[in-house]
């Protein structure tokens, strides 16, 4: 796979992007991640990128002419067709599901924002997927590109050193399954730490009952704190 990321901070993103599992991915050539700076497609001396808005307002609104040219130069690099992406409060919230569903995509041009927002142009012109990675507001959408490219990264094939990694965390729907949990309890060693104890079952060596306890955990887990990813019965059970 491969992700561009268009940005006015290449230089927030690119020590993330470097490192840990994304890191390790891009190594192993598992995915290209590539940082672009909007002001290099400025038309001025001045690599303006942003106005006023017409009307009056607070704030800069990004232009539409380094953005165009911006998408259209990254996308004529590459023969693989680009699923675009604008982040914007907007948008459809990312979840695990719209996640998997990208991590399908060959590539991903993410573009994001900063500023008071962008010329509504960008969106009619390009027509790009819009998300959102929750109801608050960031100071620009660098932030909101790590969290997207992150959820991506690790669940494309080799990404982790486990591939049942990410089968088993949070929000994530196992084979057979129809429900979304929360991940179940972890413990290390030491096997009591300050009076608290490892439950017994984790150092029973059955596989079979240490599979059912997590899975039972899990359950109530998710029925005591997030009920709204559970669906039928189960969900009707839990505590509201």
Not at 117 to 134: A, Q, T, V, Y
Not at 135 to 149: F, I, N, Q, R
Request: aromatic letters at 6%; a negative charge; glycine letters at 10%.
């Amino acid at each position: 796979m491969r992700i561009d990321v268009v940005t006015l901070f290449p230089e927030v993103c690119e020590p993330y992007f470097r490192a840990s599992i994304l890191g390790r991915s891009q190594a192993s050539g598992t995915v290209e991640i590539a940082c672009v700076n909007l002001r290099a497609f400025s038309s001025d001396k001045h690599r303006t990128v942003d106005d006023r808005p017409f009307g009056g307002g607070p704030g800069m609104v990004l232009m539409c002419g380094p953005v165009f040219d911006a998408v259209e130069a990254i996308e004529s690099q590459d023969p693989r067709p680009a699923t675009r992406i604008l982040l914007t409060p907007q948008g459809r919230r990312l979840d695990q599901e719209l996640a998997s569903e990208l991590a399908s995509r060959q590539r991903l041009l993410i573009i994001a924002g900063h500023y008071e927002g962008f010329d509504e142009r960008i969106r009619l012109g390009l027509k790009p997927m819009e998300i959102s990675i929750g109801d608050y507001v960031l100071s620009g959408g660098e932030a909101a590109a790590m969290v997207l490219v992150d959820s991506v990264v690790r669940l494309l094939p080799g990404s982790l050193g486990d591939e049942g990694s990410a089968a088993e965390d949070s929000f994530s729907i196992s084979a057979g399954e129809s429900q979304r949990c929360l991940e179940y309890p972890q413990y290390t060693r030491p096997r009591v730490f300050r009076e608290m104890e490892v439950p017994e079952v984790l150092m029973s060596g059955d596989h079979g009952r240490i599979d059912d306890w997590r899975k039972q955990q899990a359950l109530e887990r998710t029925k005591e704190r997030r009920p709204d990813l559970l669906t039928g019965s189960d969900s009707e059970s839990g505590d509201h």
